[in-house]
Nanobody, 122 residues
Framework: QVQLEESGGGLVQTGGSLRLSCVASGRTFRLYAMGWFRQAPGKEREFVASVTWSGGNTYYADSVKGRFTISLDNAKNTVYLEMNSLKPEDTAVYYC???????????????WGQGTQVTVSS
């Protein structure tokens, strides 16, 4: 019913920037919120940022606040995650998610992308 596809990951040096994209297709009109999560090897999946389609309310994890920006492009059905001042600890597979609720818990989201690797070298 909803498909998500991330892109934009890659290898960057500490202090560099990347912009991740997530294109949503299908019955996107039913969605309320989009979120970005990340998971490093051997670690739990953790919340990064979220935004609501209606109202554009955003929320960020403390670890990325002030460095990352989540945004929407309704015309393109796309969610972006602009990542600046990247640190080695930002290295992870980044996933976009969509669902009927906004929050920091993965279980709140119904649909997930395949993930895109972000690696920050020291």
């Amino acid at each position: 019913q909803v498909q998500l596809e991330e892109s934009g990951g890659g290898l960057v040096q500490t202090g560099g920037s990347l912009r991740l994209s997530c294109v949503a297709s299908g019955r996107t009109f039913r969605l309320y919120a989009m979120g970005w999560f990340r998971q490093a090897p051997g670690k739990e999946r953790e919340f990064v940022a979220s935004v609501t389609w209606s109202g554009g309310n955003t929320y960020y994890a403390d670890s990325v606040k002030g460095r990352f920006t989540i945004s929407l492009d309704n015309a393109k059905n796309t969610v972006y995650l602009e990542m600046n001042s990247l640190k080695p600890e930002d290295t992870a597979v980044y996933y976009c998610a969509a669902g009927s609720y906004s929050g920091t818990y993965p279980a709140l989201y119904d649909y997930w992308g395949q993930g895109t690797q972000v690696t920050v070298s020291s």
